[in-house]
């Protein structure tokens, strides 16, 4: 099998904001404007709470349960109330200024006769750089204000922020570590914990505040006819609601993340450890938000809950779910298979989070009759209940996980071949087994570690995975699915010939582990 070539440019569609003639650099225009359509979604869904809220009927039943929903107005919810309205007015100032730009330089190059080309290339450089960062002023005119809530919780509580924060970093990190092969930049896994922990979850406790104040209205009022038979609807949908609403939110930052840098996506695999990523940030929110809330003689409770048995449970494998489906959309061609994936996506970790929430409401009640002794309840009764109610979805995620290793793996190996094969000494023969073992690589890097410290390794690490991009380019390449945000393959190949040149961690005989050892 011959080395796939680099794909050319599409005619007339440059496909990257950076200079022209340098592909895989820049984020491409179509996904910047893909984020700002999700952006926008979000704003739609909340404006459609503000108008649910105007509308509801006021709750008049003297039923205790009405006290539960409407709890004081927080000071972050006004906040946000104001903060939403001022960015989507500065979104609409940018995006018309984006317009009237295009629409001048459209009729100036009419007028004069000119192509595309014409002007000098700093000119356009410069031309590009200022569309760039208006569309960027308009995405973050769209989603910062979400941010309030979550910032005021964890300002507000720096105590139980730091508590929170080591049980989710080093799950952060099992998480990257879990791919295996080529793994994603660390800065593009921490982007997703950061649009989990403040877009995400800020976009999540401002629409069930909403929910809070608007659905009692409806189920809970005197003009309906048996207004106290609203109440099992009223604890059926508002988890229905919460559901819809925060995995929404939290899928939301998976395919901006995903269209912006989706050079670095490979599929289902990547697409699961970014969702992963984006519910840790949303649960260590969550976390903190109920810690506030709750009585400090059960913030034990809480923390076990949320922060070790829930932490790789909940959210996160809702999330994961859908992250497989917008990872697994990177490689379809078709449009409508792509919206299948990703709504199948989406529709399981909904279904997840609804069904967690009615059943774990349901067990809460029996697990004093289950459990006589508190702590036995605590230490035993908490887990099984979480493996009840979520370990179907923890099984699917790890079965989808799995097999999206192996089609890496078996896709890996057919370009490293390839790309030995071409004779061009990026890959060799002896170097693919290496690289398609998890296992060898590993006790590579500790016997690299032992002999040139932190500096090698990092070195080793920078090459192996240069090595993996490159392939894993490669394969995109071959793909139905390729589009043209693939880097140039002898940009890719130079890089790891770069790399390939330092004395540092050339395989040698004395570094490379003996096959018997690690077979």
Same mark, same amino acid.
């Given at each position: 099998?011959?080395?796939? +070539?680099?794909?050319?440019?599409?005619?007339? @569609?440059?496909?990257?904001?950076?200079?022209?003639?340098?592909?895989?650099?820049?984020?491409?225009?179509?996904?910047?404007?893909?984020?700002?359509?999700?952006?926008?979604?979000?704003?739609?869904?909340?404006?459609?709470?503000?108008?649910?809220?105007?509308?509801?009927?006021?709750? #008049?039943?003297?039923?205790?349960?009405?006290?539960?929903?409407?709890? $004081?107005?927080?000071?972050?919810?006004?906040?946000?109330?104001?903060?939403?309205?001022?960015?989507?007015?500065?979104?609409?100032?940018?995006?018309?200024?984006?317009?009237?730009?295009?629409?001048?330089?459209?009729?100036?190059?009419?007028?004069?006769?000119?192509?595309?080309?014409?002007?000098?290339?700093?000119?356009?450089?410069?031309?590009?750089?200022?569309?760039?960062?208006?569309?960027?002023?308009?995405?973050?005119?769209?989603?910062?204000? *979400?941010?309030?809530?979550?910032?005021?919780?964890?300002?507000?509580?720096?105590?139980?922020?730091?508590?929170?924060? $080591?049980?989710?970093?080093?799950?952060?990190?099992?998480?990257?570590?879990?791919?295996?092969?080529?793994?994603?930049?660390?800065?593009? #896994?921490?982007?997703?914990?950061?649009?989990?922990?403040?877009?995400?979850?800020?976009?999540?406790?401002?629409?069930?505040?909403?929910?809070?104040?608007?659905?009692?209205?409806?189920?809970?009022?005197?003009?309906?006819? =048996?207004?106290?038979?609203?109440?099992?609807?009223?604890?059926?949908?508002?988890?229905?609601?919460?559901?819809?609403?925060?995995?929404?939110?939290?899928?939301?930052?998976?395919?901006?993340?995903?269209?912006?840098?989706?050079?670095?996506?490979?599929?289902?695999?990547?697409?699961?450890?970014?969702?992963?990523?984006?519910?840790?940030?949303?649960?260590?929110?969550?976390?903190?938000? =109920?810690?506030?809330?709750?009585?400090?003689?059960?913030?034990?409770?809480?923390?076990?809950?949320?922060?070790?048995?829930?932490?790789?449970?909940?959210?996160?494998?809702?999330?994961?779910?859908?992250?497989?489906?917008?990872?697994?959309?990177?490689?379809?061609?078709?449009?409508?298979?792509?919206?299948?994936?990703?709504?199948?996506?989406?529709?399981?970790?909904?279904?997840?989070?609804? %069904? /967690?929430?009615?059943?774990?409401?349901?067990?809460?009640?029996?697990?004093?009759?289950?459990?006589?002794?508190?702590?036995?309840?605590?230490?035993?009764?908490?887990?099984?209940?979480?493996?009840?109610?979520?370990?179907? *979805?923890?099984?699917?995620?790890?079965?989808?996980?799995?097999?999206?290793?192996?089609?890496?793996?078996?896709?890996?190996?057919?370009?490293?071949?390839? @790309?030995?094969?071409?004779?061009?000494?990026?890959? /060799? +023969? $002896?170097?693919?087994?290496?690289?398609?073992?998890?296992?060898?690589?590993?006790?590579?890097?500790?016997?690299?570690?032992?002999?040139?410290?932190?500096?090698?390794?990092?070195?080793?690490?920078?090459?192996?995975?240069?090595?993996?991009?490159?392939?894993?380019?490669?394969?995109?390449?071959?793909?139905?699915?390729?589009?043209?945000?693939?880097?140039?393959?002898?940009?890719?190949?130079?890089?790891?010939? @770069?790399?390939?040149?330092?004395?540092?961690?050339?395989? /040698?005989?004395?570094?490379? $582990?003996?096959? %018997?050892?690690?077979?």
């Amino acid at each position: 099998m011959a080395a796939p +070539e680099a794909v050319p440019d599409l005619p007339g @569609e440059p496909d990257l904001h950076g200079e022209p003639g340098e592909p895989g650099r820049g984020l491409p225009r179509s996904g910047l404007t893909t984020a700002i359509g999700v952006a926008l979604l979000l704003s739609v869904l909340y404006a459609a709470g503000q108008l649910l809220f105007w509308s509801a009927p006021e709750p #008049t039943s003297r039923s205790s349960l009405v006290k539960h929903f409407l709890l $004081p107005e927080p000071t972050p919810f006004r906040v946000t109330r104001v903060l939403v309205p001022v960015g989507w007015g500065v979104a609409a100032l940018l995006g018309l200024g984006l317009f009237l730009a295009r629409h001048q330089r459209a009729r100036t190059t009419g007028r004069e006769g000119v192509g595309p080309e014409a002007g000098s290339g700093e000119a356009r450089a410069r031309t590009g750089r200022a569309t760039t960062a208006c569309r960027f002023g308009v995405l973050g005119a769209l989603l910062l204000p *979400f941010a309030v809530m979550p910032l005021a919780d964890m300002g507000g509580e720096p105590g139980q922020l730091l508590l929170c924060l $080591p049980t989710t970093l080093g799950a952060l990190l099992l998480l990257h570590r879990v791919q295996l092969y080529r793994r994603m930049p660390g800065w593009l #896994t921490v982007a997703g914990l950061g649009w989990g922990a403040l877009i995400g979850g800020g976009f999540g406790l401002v629409m069930v505040t909403w929910m809070q104040r608007t659905v009692p209205g409806y189920f809970l009022s005197d003009s309906w006819q =048996h207004p106290l038979d609203g109440v099992e609807e009223l604890y059926t949908l508002f988890p229905l609601g919460a559901a819809v609403v925060t995995e929404f939110g939290k899928a939301a930052g998976v395919a901006v993340l995903c269209v912006l840098f989706r050079r670095h996506i490979d599929g289902v695999v990547s697409g699961a450890v970014l969702g992963g990523a984006v519910g840790l940030g949303f649960n260590l929110v969550e976390t903190v938000h =109920h810690l506030g809330l709750v009585r400090p003689d059960h913030h034990a409770t809480q923390f076990w809950d949320r922060q070790v048995v829930g932490l790789l449970t909940v959210h996160v494998a809702f999330t994961a779910l859908a992250g497989t489906g917008i990872g697994a959309a990177r490689r379809l061609p078709g449009r409508r298979d792509r919206l299948l994936v990703v709504g199948g996506g989406l529709l399981a970790a909904v279904g997840g989070h609804f %069904e /967690t929430d009615v059943a774990l409401m349901r067990l809460d009640g029996l697990r004093s009759e289950w459990y006589p002794d508190e702590t036995v309840g605590l230490l035993v009764g908490i887990p099984v209940m979480t493996a009840v109610t979520s370990g179907v *979805f923890v099984a699917l995620c790890v079965l989808v996980l799995r097999r999206g290793l192996t089609e890496q793996g078996h896709g890996l190996g057919r370009a490293l071949r390839a @790309e030995a094969a071409s004779g061009r000494g990026a890959v /060799t +023969e $002896p170097e693919i087994a290496l690289l398609l073992s998890p296992r060898r690589r590993l006790l590579l890097e500790l016997r690299v570690w032992r002999r040139d410290g932190t500096a090698g390794l990092r070195h080793l690490l920078r090459f192996q995975q240069a090595q993996l991009d490159l392939a894993a380019q490669q394969w995109h390449r071959a793909s139905p699915g390729a589009d043209f945000s693939i880097p140039a393959a002898d940009e890719l190949r130079s890089r790891v010939l @770069e790399l390939k040149g330092s004395p540092v961690i050339l395989p /040698t005989a004395s570094v490379l $582990p003996d096959r %018997e050892v690690t077979s």
